[in-house]
């Protein structure tokens, strides 16, 4: 056992110099969250015949302590700066495995200089928000009441295999125990993923991209999306492999390593400007095009709610009106407040429509009105409208709504690079105007968004009436000032400029 001393830990490490006296390439091997370094003893015999290598384990896992500091992604970098600083390797080439990966991305990032490849197994540097905080509440579920990550570790044991045997899974299982649960959920988290995101887009070195082709836990197209975010990219699935690829595949997974390492470390394999550009211009219509057929597909198949409000409270569902229930348990009033912000948390609802009542109290009231919508909506569709998450709200349609129309033809109109296109629409704007744009809805939000929609009223009715004084047109400027007094409580300076364009359009 090797150990290096850093802070308030001593890091295990092994450094295996190669069977060839030759070599001067180094791989440097980052496990995973909760295993440890023995998760790469399959591949490792395959590569040291032309490779260096090195693998440790990170902090709080194997036999590297946890430490006293905090555990972060960006001190887990340190560690692994400090670890490639101290074996004295000039350049290397990282391959990380799951978490490994995010540590693997940050060093990459930072180190431009000194990085040759960067191997990424099972790695999704973009999760599901909703999705990935259901996964992890599960998982806590599972290690509730435990020390360590033992528990759960055995749960998980045969979907990180796709060919597991006793000696595979004891191994995994040992890794495990070593590894309590907070340093496991520091580690396991979707706020270190925003991050790596952004890093991703700095690494300018090859990156080599393997996902298991059966694996349930990260399937390929969550390690695939890397592509959107860096162009320097290529991923290959790893035929009958699940997460763990290198234990599963490790000769293909060697001889993949080996093939990219040895194609992106020849001098007379460069890419050029042309053919950069060429796979960045690819990748981005390829992914927009792709998310398009996708959303279609979506609408296509959500039922068409109709909300209708500026003329009259109507709500249809694939053109069947729903006449009842409105009045009570605010039905009308949650239903409108999700239309116009698209979705909500409960404490948001709560806050607005009861505002002077303690937080348990409100969510009960929260919970029954949430119940009774979803019952009015249920009259008209077997689909399900409104989604109710654990802590978000939302409406799972294809929305219509007439307010909705007029906010987009009012940002259109902002938009617009033409005097005369942006003319047209403002008078459009105006036209559909009418004298309370929210009837029945007296809660601040809704007054005060009634009060941004008829300033936005103001300033495109002064507007139109200086592009009508300036054509002369002064009976049009007098019609749009006109209405501009309608919604402005100090009046006396419109006035004066009525009494003017008046006596214009009279001498």
Same mark, same amino acid.
Request: glycine fraction near 4%; hydrophobic fraction near 40%.
């Given at each position: 056992?090797?150990?290096?001393?850093?802070?308030?830990?001593?890091?295990?490490?092994?450094?295996?110099?190669?069977?060839?006296?030759?070599?001067?390439?180094?791989?440097?091997?980052?496990?995973?969250?909760?295993?440890?370094?023995?998760?790469?003893?399959?591949?490792?015999?395959?590569?040291?015949?032309?490779?260096?290598?090195?693998?440790?384990?990170?902090?709080?896992?194997?036999?590297?302590?946890?430490?006293?500091?905090?555990?972060?992604?960006?001190?887990?970098?340190?560690?692994?700066?400090?670890?490639?600083?101290?074996?004295?390797?000039?350049?290397?080439?990282?391959?990380?495995?799951?978490?490994?990966?995010?540590?693997?991305?940050?060093?990459?990032?930072?180190?431009?200089?000194?990085?040759?490849?960067?191997?990424?197994?099972?790695?999704?540097?973009?999760?599901?928000?909703?999705?990935?905080?259901?996964?992890?509440?599960?998982?806590?579920?599972?290690?509730?009441?435990?020390?360590?990550?033992?528990?759960?570790?055995?749960?998980?044991?045969?979907?990180?295999?796709?060919?597991?045997?006793?000696?595979?899974?004891?191994?995994?299982?040992?890794?495990?125990?070593?590894?309590?649960?907070?340093?496991?959920?520091?580690?396991?988290?979707?706020?270190?993923?925003?991050?790596?995101?952004?890093?991703?887009?700095?690494?300018?070195?090859?990156?080599?991209?393997?996902?298991?082709?059966?694996?349930?836990?990260?399937?390929?197209?969550?390690?695939?999306?890397?592509?959107?975010?860096?162009?320097?990219?290529?991923?290959?699935?790893?035929?009958?492999?699940?997460?763990?690829?290198?234990?599963?595949?490790?000769?293909?997974?060697?001889?993949?390593?080996?093939?990219?390492?040895?194609?992106?470390?020849?001098?007379?394999?460069?890419?050029?400007?042309?053919?950069?550009?060429?796979?960045?211009?690819?990748?981005?219509?390829?992914?927009?095009?792709?998310?398009?057929?996708?959303?279609?597909?979506?609408?296509?198949?959500?039922?068409?709610?109709?909300?209708?409000?500026?003329?009259?409270?109507?709500?249809?569902?694939?053109?069947?009106?729903?006449?009842?229930?409105?009045?009570?348990?605010?039905?009308?009033?949650?239903?409108?407040?999700?239309?116009?912000?698209?979705?909500?948390?409960?404490?948001?609802?709560?806050?607005?429509?009861?505002?002077?009542? &303690?937080?348990?109290?409100?969510?009960? +009231? =929260? @919970?029954?009105?949430?119940?009774? !919508?979803? $019952?009015?909506?249920?009259?008209?569709?077997?689909?399900?409208?409104?989604?109710?998450?654990?802590?978000?709200?939302?409406?799972?349609?294809?929305?219509?709504?007439?307010?909705?129309?007029?906010?987009?033809?009012?940002?259109?109109?902002?938009?617009?690079?033409?005097?005369?296109?942006?003319?047209?629409?403002?008078?459009?704007?105006?036209?559909?105007?009418?004298?309370?744009?929210?009837?029945?809805?007296?809660?601040?939000?809704?007054?005060?968004?009634?009060?941004?929609?008829?300033?936005?009223?103001?300033?495109?009715?002064?507007?139109?009436?200086?592009?009508?004084?300036?054509?002369?047109?002064?009976?049009?400027?007098?019609?749009?000032?006109?209405?501009?007094?309608?919604?402005?409580? &100090?009046?006396?300076?419109?006035?004066? +400029? =009525? @009494?003017?364009?008046?006596?214009? !359009?009279? $001498?």
């Amino acid at each position: 056992m090797t150990f290096l001393n850093r802070e308030s830990i001593e890091i295990h490490y092994e450094n295996i110099k190669s069977e060839d006296p030759q070599a001067k390439e180094t791989l440097v091997f980052i496990h995973g969250v909760g295993l440890d370094m023995n998760c790469w003893n399959e591949v490792i015999p395959l590569l040291k015949s032309n490779y260096h290598i090195v693998r440790y384990d990170l902090r709080g896992h194997g036999r590297t302590g946890a430490g006293k500091e905090e555990r972060t992604i960006a001190r887990l970098a340190d560690d692994l700066e400090y670890l490639i600083t101290m074996l004295d390797i000039p350049s290397c080439h990282l391959i990380a495995q799951g978490l490994g990966g995010v540590i693997a991305i940050e060093y990459a990032a930072r180190n431009p200089e000194e990085l040759k490849t960067l191997g990424l197994l099972a790695v999704p540097v973009h999760f599901p928000k909703e999705l990935g905080k259901k996964v992890i509440e599960r998982r806590k579920a599972l290690a509730k009441g435990h020390a360590t990550m033992a528990e759960m570790g055995q749960k998980y044991l045969k979907e990180l295999l796709l060919f597991p045997n006793e000696e595979k899974q004891q191994l995994l299982a040992e890794a495990y125990k070593v590894v309590s649960t907070r340093v496991y959920f520091e580690l396991f988290s979707l706020d270190h993923l925003d991050q790596a995101k952004m890093n991703l887009q700095r690494v300018t070195v090859p990156i080599l991209v393997l996902s298991g082709s059966d694996d349930e836990i990260f399937p390929p197209q969550l390690n695939s999306a890397i592509l959107n975010f860096n162009y320097h990219a290529r991923c290959y699935l790893v035929p009958h492999a699940s997460y763990l690829i290198q234990m599963d595949q490790p000769k293909i997974t060697a001889d993949w390593i080996n093939g990219f390492i040895q194609k992106h470390t020849n001098e007379e394999y460069k890419t050029s400007a042309l053919a950069d550009s060429y796979h960045r211009e690819l990748t981005s219509e390829m992914y927009k095009e792709i998310r398009h057929m996708l959303n279609s597909e979506v609408e296509r198949s959500l039922p068409t709610l109709q909300v209708h409000i500026m003329r009259g409270f109507n709500v249809y569902v694939n053109d069947k009106r729903i006449i009842e229930g409105w009045g009570s348990r605010k039905a009308k009033q949650i239903l409108m407040y999700l239309v116009i912000q698209q979705s909500s948390t409960r404490d948001e609802l709560c806050d607005l429509f009861w505002p002077d009542v &303690d937080l348990k109290n409100a969510r009960n +009231r =929260l @919970r029954v009105a949430l119940h009774h !919508l979803n $019952t009015i909506l249920h009259i008209a569709s077997t689909k399900q409208l409104l989604v109710t998450e654990r802590e978000h709200i939302y409406l799972q349609a294809n929305m219509e709504s007439d307010l909705l129309l007029h906010v987009k033809t009012i940002h259109l109109a902002h938009q617009s690079k033409t005097i005369a296109g942006k003319v047209d629409l403002y008078k459009r704007i105006i036209n559909e105007r009418v004298e309370n744009p929210l009837p029945g809805l007296y809660e601040t939000w809704f007054l005060n968004y009634r009060s941004w929609l008829e300033k936005e009223w103001v300033d495109i009715s002064l507007f139109l009436a200086d592009y009508y004084e300036q054509l002369k047109q002064y009976k049009q400027a007098i019609y749009y000032l006109e209405i501009a007094m309608e919604y402005i409580q &100090d009046e006396y300076t419109i006035e004066k +400029r =009525l @009494r003017q364009l008046k006596n214009q !359009l009279y $001498t």
